[in-house]
């Protein structure tokens, strides 16, 4: 039987602040217990979201990291926060090490990412939603591998939506914006935080896992409440692995390909490394023109600089230019570059594989609290 005791609560990781992770912010600085904080959200805030979301008109094209990083300072003077204005699929794995990840984000894409990282990490998350008509969720889960997982409930239309979003108003995205009113995000943030305190107050694994089977239903404009009921799927597409991971000392600016691939154990030419979830890309196509451009190096797709063509079109990632492993087949020079030549970064954790043997190494000094100062 898997141990599904949820750890102590040092770290929180609030993905997404928006309607619900703003108002989730005011609930995180009095939980007791908590000494550390990650606000992960790529956006800044624009004066069309003043009416929908936990912001002052002065804070219209500050980045949301700030703008909150700032609140929380206020309410919890005590805590340690780390700002990353990135989107979630960018953020090294081992930033999130030993926190407990709240969802507050906004399309199936982002979501599916946040339950991989939790899995891998063998940490709970707790997921918030909600949409203009009123219905307001949240349920948790465990990460552990009996348990279900987020993509236990997909169907073939969940994968083929992944990209799709439900935006807040004044976001660029093309999809018509929620719109929904600020006082459902601090419905929504309630019943996550209530879900939390839950889980950490619970007295054994049953009790546990009885928490993480169900999620809570609110219709706020009838009064309603449901609770419907989940088990794990033995056909889920997705693993439900808990890795390992070994640090490995060295920074992403001075280890080199060939230096890495020689610790997957045997020959490092036999060797590829993966970074879970990402492709590797050297190519890029607009969607406007349809012309190619070469980037001078495979790099970590989620972290390819953002741009426009010449013609305004957007340049995204050319299926025929992407590979999910790099290897010593890229050639001498390739394996001499530093891992930061190919988008790595400090606290990512890759995947060697060479033969029957994995290994999930964190890149970086192995000074976690070197991390945090920086902040």
């Not at 102590?8 to 989730?24: E, F, K, T, Y």
Request: hydrophobic share 40%; with cysteine; net charge positive.
């Amino acid at each position: 039987m898997t141990d599904e005791r949820v750890p102590p609560v040092p770290a929180i990781g609030l993905v997404g602040l928006g309607n619900i992770g703003g108002a989730a912010v005011r609930l995180i600085g009095r939980l007791p217990g908590v000494s550390r904080v990650v606000l992960v959200d790529a956006d800044k805030y624009e004066a069309a979201n003043w009416p929908t979301q936990v912001m002052r008109r002065q804070d219209a094209g500050c980045t949301k990291v700030t703008v909150q990083a700032r609140e929380l300072a206020r309410i919890a003077p005590h805590l340690t926060i780390l700002k990353r204005a990135e989107r979630i699929e960018s953020v090294p794995l081992g930033v999130l090490r030993h926190c407990v990840l709240l969802s507050c984000v906004d399309s199936r894409g982002a979501r599916q990412t946040i339950n991989r990282v939790a899995y891998r990490l063998g940490m709970p998350w707790i997921d918030a939603a909600l949409d203009r008509d009123g219905n307001v969720r949240a349920r948790a889960y465990l990460s552990a591998s009996e348990a279900d997982c987020l993509e236990c409930a997909w169907g073939p239309l969940d994968y083929e939506l992944r990209g799709s979003a439900a935006p807040c108003a004044g976001s660029t995205v093309t999809s018509a914006p929620t719109r929904a009113p600020v006082e459902y995000g601090a419905i929504a943030a309630g019943l996550q935080m209530s879900c939390l305190r839950a889980l950490l107050e619970a007295n054994d694994d049953q009790a546990r896992r009885e928490i993480a089977s169900r999620q809570v239903l609110l219709d706020v404009s009838t009064g309603r409440a449901m609770v419907a009921r989940y088990e794990a799927n033995p056909h889920c597409r997705f693993d439900h692995r808990t890795w390992s991971i070994t640090p490995t000392g060295h920074s992403a600016r001075d280890f080199t390909l060939h230096q890495t691939l020689s610790l997957a154990g045997g020959d490092y030419r036999a060797a590829t490394l993966q970074l879970d979830g990402q492709l590797f890309v050297n190519r890029l196509r607009c969607i406007g023109c349809n012309r190619v451009a070469r980037t001078r190096v495979w790099r970590v797709s989620s972290r390819l600089p953002t741009g426009l063509c010449r013609c305004g079109g957007r340049l995204l990632p050319d299926p025929s230019g992407t590979v999910d492993s790099l290897s010593a087949a890229l050639g001498r020079r390739t394996l001499e570059r530093p891992l930061s030549w190919f988008g790595l970064a400090d606290r990512d954790v890759v995947t060697l594989i060479s033969g029957a043997t994995t290994r999930h190494l964190e890149i970086g000094t192995g000074n976690t609290e070197e991390l945090w100062m920086q902040s």
